[in-house]
């Protein structure tokens, strides 16, 4: 069974940058596809960025393009999704997901996934 952990929010000021780690257990990386998402209260959930079994990242949102990057380390079957120069608009709860690769496509949508982690609260304010 795949079990999804996120970590690594919190408070931070802005300008300042964040990394969070999703550590995934059941499956190892090479069989999956992990996409970090986010929600802000009253919005739709929203895709950020996907990395395939293949190691290939693709990004969703517009926003984040050139701020936010996806990465993952085989070793410790964990991805994770560095974020830089945030702003308030990037406060949410942040949520990885994965589901089983059976080809290198990504996604942002979440009926994609099946498997989802519990959300990191973060928040950006000075």
């Known amino acids: 069974q795949l079990h999804v952990v996120e970590s690594g929010g919190g408070l931070v000021q802005p300008g300042r940058s964040l990394r969070l780690s999703c550590v995934l257990s059941g499956w190892t990386l090479d069989y999956l596809t992990i996409a970090w998402f986010r929600q802000v209260p009253g919005k739709e959930r929203e895709g950020i960025s996907c990395i395939n079994k293949a190691g290939g990242s693709f990004n969703y949102r517009d926003s984040g393009k050139g701020r936010f990057t996806i990465s993952r380390d085989i070793a410790k079957n964990t991805v994770y999704l560095e974020m830089n120069s945030l702003i308030p608009e990037d406060t949410a709860i942040y949520y990885c997901?994965?589901?089983?690769?059976?080809?290198?496509?990504?996604?942002?949508?979440?009926?994609?996934?099946?498997?989802w982690g519990q959300g990191t609260q973060v928040t950006v304010s000075s």
């Open positions: 997901s994965a589901r089983r690769a059976f080809d290198h496509r990504c996604s942002g949508q979440v009926g994609d996934f099946d498997s």
